[in-house]
């Protein structure tokens, strides 16, 4: 690796846009190069040979431990490693963030220095964004402040989305530069995202292919509705306490609706045998549809459920979002590309379910970790059958796993990945996004043929390793969405990753800010990313300025709503400095004179910004500390964190966010005592999910087509809903039966696959009528008269059909699943939604199985994939919730 060469091109990338600032005299700046352009791609180039002869290095574990063992290549990799860290050490100075890469064999301190190059590099790209707006005549510094709810229009649109050189007109080359009046496709939404504090449960409400059927809370909303004693009580609570009541299984709210389904999923033989490869079309000779309607997509789910295979991929954004959204789904058969608008159609795409949970039809990904839990949060979609090209690269131990790397090996495509982080919310799509979203699933089903019948070649013949693959990819489909929860020890994660010593008062305001982002990040549905970003966070609570205008001189650029809410920022802060410092940690911060604490490491200012140098002996908790070491990035002395854990553990628990304590509600008239007023929070802060599938006097609700009798969907799913209702009875009447003919659980597993799909084929017959409905209500005159009549059904009757179908399950009634232990509700502490400090460690915590679980699965020597999620701002802000994603390598 030439680091000479890295730094070259990482500096050309960024110094790029000042040159669009000079417009004219691009020439002088890269010279020997035609244009910026040219010296774009040149860089780019070099880039990629840097990261393939990365790649190459002897992998992390046995490999390297290997080869480490010779000398020679323990020197060399210790004079590389300096090289490198003297290279990137040049670039951060260059962009004036201080550092030196010191200290190199520190292998603790790794992670504290990846944490600083993505804080430089989010300070360099926040950089090039701004000169980016400047060029495009957007002085960002003069931003209007908007109402709250409402975003100004600017989007970042960064270097990455830039179209390379050679296709010509500039126009072109800043085509997506232009996209920035993008509308909050969440005001679209018929159901409102639920950012609320609570675990996410599925949305699933109908289940297709179904061996187990559909726990009652997410069918049964007759009987919630003849529960006159939870009149008074919101739905999802009433939920909640009509489940305690009747003794159902909480765990059922929060497992996954297709555990039982993947756990005696079998793998048929032809799964297992040697594939004839088919080759993929040409995409120029391949249909490519577009669907944002609902018929369009009754007719792909039809014509999936025919297949044997289809391709599957998502694309997703994350800045503008609280918990990210769904933008596309690409689906590519042997013949057909389709691409789905999941904005547009985010409601409705859970009818796909059909074609996506049948065990008979393969589900192609590559790299599903991500997209299995965007499924389920988003579209309420599963997968059962899948394979991930991804594992299989892995298990046939390729030179990269990157779907590029597959792309190129199997069918010499070039691909171009300048797309993947575009803001795929820009309607209408440009054709180029849609050409690029296309070549992601189009050549899959043939890769997956390759790859089976490699793996089948690598192992002589024998299924072992195949089978491997298979197992891999169920359980990533057994993957469940997680979403983040705020607890009053979250900040304490995210401040140990900065391993920075903050005294009791800076920690104060850390938590602080931390609370004041989460709240507002949820509220306003944006990232935490969006609404402060980690290192200015981290900023503002080491420096603690006495002024609004020093938390506004602690970024830059200034995000919008800290613009919005420098005051009350500025309370916080205040709040934090009125935090007595304990007498230990003075003296600790004395003895630390040997050591200094560390101030900020890097500068996260640009070149013009010179008040950290100047300014930081006159801040307040700096007094007492020794001047900064000039350039100690990775200084050699690790900051002592005991002392300062064992001080501020004793402190959390007396720290208190009044900050939300909404003013409403302290100067109540009725003044509820505290106890009645956090049962109201707690209460308030319930936000049911299926709060569209009940009956409301709420506007979005009554707005929701699911219940406009006039609309499509109406039609469709209260057909669906016909079976699952059946099902649901029957379900009922059998748990009775039950216990009393015990023998009737023991009847076989292979025996209740073989009657559900049968009761599946069955059910499918009633698919073509959903369908004709679904084409015919377009026809105008037809629709009303039918649409009438169904709506005057109350208690529709179910078909013979129907009723047959939804038989099937229990009269094969699978034994019960082995012993779970659910989580005892009883036990918890629901204080923690009320921003009390639980006190019981037990508390179910979602981030940490989450956290768990991913621990689990990780493969080895994937920790470098990570990284690539966090090269961004945005992505830093997710990761603070321990939403780190392991995106696959493209
Ligand atoms: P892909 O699997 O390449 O289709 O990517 C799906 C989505 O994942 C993209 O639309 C991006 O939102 C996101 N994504 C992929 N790779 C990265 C990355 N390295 N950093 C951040 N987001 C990513
Ligand atoms: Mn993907
Ligand atoms: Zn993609």
Same mark, same amino acid.
């Given at each position: 690796?030439?680091?000479?060469?890295?730094?070259?091109?990482?500096?050309?990338?960024?110094?790029?846009?000042?040159?669009?600032?000079?417009?004219?005299?691009?020439?002088?700046?890269?010279?020997?190069?035609?244009?910026?352009?040219?010296?774009?791609?040149?860089?780019?180039?070099?880039?990629?040979?840097?990261?393939?002869?990365?790649?190459?290095?002897?992998?992390?574990?046995?490999?390297?431990?290997?080869?480490?063992?010779?000398?020679?290549?323990?020197?060399?990799?210790?004079?590389?490693?300096?090289?490198?860290?003297?290279?990137?050490?040049?670039?951060?100075?260059?962009?004036?963030?201080?550092?030196?890469?010191?200290?190199? =064999?520190?292998?603790?301190?790794?992670?504290?220095?990846?944490?600083?190059?993505?804080?430089?590099?989010?300070?360099?790209?926040?950089?090039?964004?701004?000169?980016?707006?400047?060029?495009?005549?957007?002085?960002?510094?003069?931003?209007?402040?908007?109402?709250?709810?409402?975003?100004?229009?600017?989007?970042?649109?960064?270097?990455?989305?830039?179209?390379?050189?050679?296709?010509?007109?500039?126009?072109?080359?800043?085509?997506?530069?232009?996209?920035?009046?993008?509308?909050?496709?969440?005001?679209?939404?018929?159901?409102?995202?639920?950012?609320? =504090?609570?675990?996410?449960?599925?949305?699933?409400?109908?289940?297709?292919?179904?061996?187990?059927?559909?726990?009652?809370?997410?069918?049964?909303?007759?009987?919630?509705?003849?529960?006159?004693?939870?009149?008074?009580?919101?739905?999802?609570?009433?939920?909640?306490?009509?489940?305690?009541?009747?003794?159902?299984?909480?765990?059922?709210?929060?497992?996954?609706?297709?555990?039982?389904?993947?756990?005696?999923?079998?793998?048929?033989?032809?799964?297992?045998?040697?594939?004839?490869?088919?080759?993929?079309?040409?995409?120029?000779?391949?249909?490519?549809?577009?669907?944002?309607?609902?018929?369009?997509?009754?007719?792909?789910?039809?014509?999936?459920?025919?297949?044997?295979?289809?391709?599957?991929?998502?694309?997703?954004?994350?800045?503008?979002?609280?918990?990210?959204?769904?933008?596309?789904?690409?689906?590519?058969?042997?013949?057909?590309?389709?691409?789905?608008?999941?904005?547009?159609?985010?409601?409705?795409?859970?009818?796909?379910?059909?074609?996506?949970?049948?065990?008979?039809?393969?589900?192609?990904?590559?790299?599903?970790?991500?997209?299995?839990?965007?499924?389920?949060?988003?579209?309420?979609?599963?997968?059962?059958?899948?394979?991930?090209?991804?594992?299989?690269?892995?298990?046939?131990?390729?030179?990269?796993?990157?779907?590029?790397?597959?792309?190129?090996?199997?069918?010499?495509?070039?691909?171009?990945?300048?797309?993947?982080?575009?803001?795929?919310?820009?309607?209408?799509?440009?054709?180029?996004?849609?050409?690029?979203?296309?070549?992601?699933?189009?050549?899959?089903?043939?890769?997956?043929?390759?790859?089976?019948?490699?793996?089948?070649?690598?192992?002589?013949?024998?299924?072992?390793?195949?089978?491997?693959?298979?197992?891999?990819?169920?359980?990533?489909?057994?993957?469940?969405?997680?979403?983040?929860?705020?607890?009053?020890?979250?900040?304490?994660?995210?401040?140990?990753?900065?391993?920075?010593?903050?005294?009791?008062?800076?920690?104060?305001?850390?938590?602080?800010?931390?609370?004041?982002?989460?709240?507002?990040?949820?509220?306003?549905?944006?990232?935490?990313?969006?609404?402060?970003?980690?290192?200015?966070?981290?900023?503002?609570?080491?420096?603690?300025?006495?002024?609004?205008?020093?938390?506004?001189?602690?970024?830059?650029?200034?995000?919008?709503?800290?613009?919005?809410?420098?005051?009350?920022?500025?309370?916080?802060?205040?709040?934090?400095?009125?935090?007595?410092?304990?007498?230990?940690?003075?003296?600790?911060?004395?003895?630390?004179?040997?050591?200094?604490?560390?101030?900020?490491?890097?500068?996260?200012?640009?070149?013009?910004?010179?008040?950290?140098?100047?300014?930081?002996?006159?801040?307040?908790?700096?007094?007492?500390?020794?001047?900064?070491?000039?350039?100690?990035?990775?200084?050699?002395?690790?900051?002592?964190?005991?002392?300062?854990?064992?001080?501020?553990?004793?402190?959390?628990?007396?720290?208190?966010?009044?900050?939300?304590?909404?003013?409403?509600?302290?100067?109540?008239?009725?003044?509820?005592?505290?106890?009645?007023?956090?049962?109201?929070?707690?209460?308030?802060?319930?936000?049911?999910?299926?709060?569209?599938?009940?009956?409301?006097?709420?506007?979005?609700?009554?707005?929701?087509?699911?219940?406009?009798?006039?609309?499509?969907?109406?039609?469709?799913?209260?057909?669906?809903?016909?079976?699952?209702?059946?099902?649901?009875?029957?379900?009922?009447?059998?748990?009775?039966?039950?216990?009393?003919?015990?023998?009737?659980?023991?009847?076989?597993?292979?025996?209740?696959?073989?009657?559900?799909?049968?009761?599946?084929?069955?059910?499918?017959?009633?698919?073509?009528?959903?369908?004709?409905?679904?084409?015919?209500?377009?026809?105008?005159?037809?629709?009303?008269?039918?649409?009438?009549?169904?709506?005057?059904?109350?208690?529709?009757?179910?078909?013979?059909?129907?009723?047959?179908?939804?038989?099937?399950?229990?009269?094969?009634?699978?034994?019960?699943?082995?012993?779970?232990?659910?989580?005892?509700?009883?036990?918890?502490?629901?204080?923690?939604?009320?921003?009390?400090?639980?006190?019981?460690?037990?508390?179910?915590?979602?981030?940490?199985?989450?956290?768990?679980?991913?621990?689990?699965?990780?493969?080895?020597?994937?920790?470098?994939?990570?990284?690539?999620?966090?090269?961004?701002?945005?992505?830093?802000?997710?990761?603070?919730?321990?939403?780190?994603?392991?995106?696959?390598?493209?």
């Amino acid at each position: 690796m030439d680091s000479s060469k890295r730094k070259d091109s990482s500096n050309t990338v960024f110094a790029d846009p000042n040159s669009e600032n000079n417009d004219e005299e691009k020439e002088d700046l890269c010279p020997g190069f035609k244009d910026a352009d040219a010296f774009v791609k040149y860089g780019l180039g070099a880039v990629l040979s840097a990261t393939k002869a990365s790649a190459s290095l002897p992998q992390t574990g046995d490999e390297y431990d290997f080869y480490r063992s010779f000398p020679g290549f323990q020197e060399f990799c210790e004079r590389q490693g300096d090289k490198l860290l003297q290279g990137m050490s040049q670039i951060m100075q260059h962009h004036g963030c201080r550092s030196h890469m010191r200290d190199r =064999n520190k292998l603790t301190g790794l992670e504290e220095r990846f944490d600083l190059v993505v804080d430089s590099n989010d300070v360099i790209l926040e950089r090039v964004g701004i000169l980016l707006d400047e060029a495009d005549g957007v002085n960002r510094s003069q931003q209007p402040v908007l109402p709250a709810g409402f975003q100004a229009p600017k989007i970042v649109v960064s270097s990455w989305n830039r179209k390379g050189s050679g296709s010509g007109s500039r126009s072109e080359t800043f085509r997506l530069l232009h996209a920035k009046n993008i509308v909050r496709p969440q005001l679209k939404f018929r159901e409102k995202v639920d950012n609320s =504090n609570t675990p996410f449960v599925p949305k699933i409400f109908i289940k297709p292919n179904a061996v187990k059927p559909l726990p009652s809370y997410f069918t049964n909303k007759q009987i919630r509705k003849e529960r006159p004693e939870d009149l008074d009580v919101p739905a999802a609570l009433a939920d909640f306490i009509h489940q305690q009541r009747t003794q159902e299984h909480v765990e059922d709210m929060f497992s996954h609706p297709y555990q039982y389904e993947l756990d005696h999923f079998t793998l048929t033989e032809s799964l297992l045998s040697k594939p004839q490869p088919l080759m993929y079309k040409p995409l120029d000779e391949t249909k490519c549809s577009f669907i944002e309607t609902l018929e369009d997509l009754v007719a792909l789910n039809e014509k999936l459920c025919k297949l044997s295979e289809f391709a599957v991929d998502l694309e997703h954004h994350s800045y503008r979002s609280f918990l990210g959204l769904t933008c596309l789904m690409q689906i590519s058969t042997r013949d057909e590309d389709f691409i789905i608008d999941t904005i547009e159609l985010r409601g409705e795409l859970y009818i796909l379910n059909e074609a996506f949970t049948d065990p008979a039809i393969v589900k192609i990904f590559h790299g599903a970790d991500s997209d299995m839990e965007w499924l389920q949060r988003d579209l309420g979609l599963y997968v059962v059958n899948l394979f991930d090209t991804h594992q299989a690269s892995r298990a046939l131990n390729l030179a990269r796993h990157s779907l590029d790397h597959l792309l190129k090996h199997y069918c010499t495509v070039e691909s171009d990945k300048r797309y993947q982080l575009a803001d795929w919310r820009i309607r209408p799509l440009p054709e180029e996004m849609v050409q690029y979203a296309r070549s992601d699933t189009h050549f899959l089903p043939y890769i997956y043929d390759c790859v089976r019948e490699q793996l089948l070649d690598f192992n002589h013949g024998q299924p072992g390793l195949l089978q491997c693959v298979w197992n891999k990819s169920k359980d990533i489909s057994l993957k469940k969405y997680v979403k983040p929860i705020f607890t009053e020890e979250s900040y304490l994660e995210l401040q140990r990753k900065q391993k920075r010593s903050f005294n009791t008062q800076q920690l104060t305001a850390f938590r602080l800010l931390f609370a004041w982002r989460d709240k507002l990040a949820r509220q306003e549905d944006e990232s935490t990313g969006f609404v402060l970003p980690t290192h200015m966070m981290n900023k503002i609570s080491e420096e603690m300025p006495k002024e609004p205008q020093g938390i506004i001189a602690c970024c830059n650029p200034v995000p919008p709503l800290v613009r919005q809410q420098v005051n009350e920022l500025h309370l916080l802060v205040q709040q934090a400095r009125e935090m007595p410092l304990l007498k230990a940690e003075i003296a600790a911060q004395k003895k630390k004179g040997l050591t200094p604490i560390k101030k900020a490491d890097v500068t996260l200012f640009g070149p013009h910004d010179t008040s950290r140098v100047s300014e930081s002996d006159l801040h307040n908790c700096s007094t007492d500390e020794m001047p900064i070491k000039q350039g100690m990035l990775f200084a050699e002395d690790e900051p002592k964190m005991d002392v300062d854990e064992e001080n501020t553990s004793g402190l959390v628990a007396k720290a208190k966010i009044t900050q939300f304590e909404e003013p409403e509600t302290q100067n109540d008239p009725e003044s509820l005592p505290v106890g009645q007023m956090k049962a109201r929070r707690i209460i308030e802060s319930f936000e049911n999910p299926f709060r569209m599938y009940l009956p409301s006097n709420n506007v979005h609700i009554s707005k929701n087509a699911k219940f406009d009798p006039s609309s499509k969907i109406f039609e469709i799913s209260k057909r669906w809903k016909l079976q699952s209702i059946e099902q649901q009875q029957k379900e009922l009447d059998a748990k009775k039966k039950a216990k009393e003919e015990k023998k009737e659980l023991s009847k076989k597993v292979a025996d209740e696959r073989k009657k559900a799909k049968q009761s599946y084929q069955e059910s499918l017959q009633n698919v073509p009528t959903v369908r004709e409905q679904a084409a015919e209500s377009v026809k105008p005159g037809t629709k009303r008269e039918r649409v009438a009549s169904d709506v005057g059904e109350s208690t529709p009757k179910p078909s013979k059909k129907l009723l047959k179908s939804a038989e099937k399950p229990e009269k094969t009634e699978p034994p019960p699943p082995e012993p779970f232990k659910p989580f005892d509700y009883r036990k918890s502490d629901l204080k923690v939604f009320a921003g009390n400090k639980p006190t019981d460690n037990t508390q179910f915590d979602p981030n940490r199985q989450s956290n768990d679980f991913r621990k689990k699965k990780k493969p080895k020597g994937q920790k470098s994939n990570s990284g690539g999620g966090k090269s961004m701002s945005y992505m830093a802000g997710k990761s603070d919730r321990g939403f780190k994603h392991n995106w696959p390598k493209r």
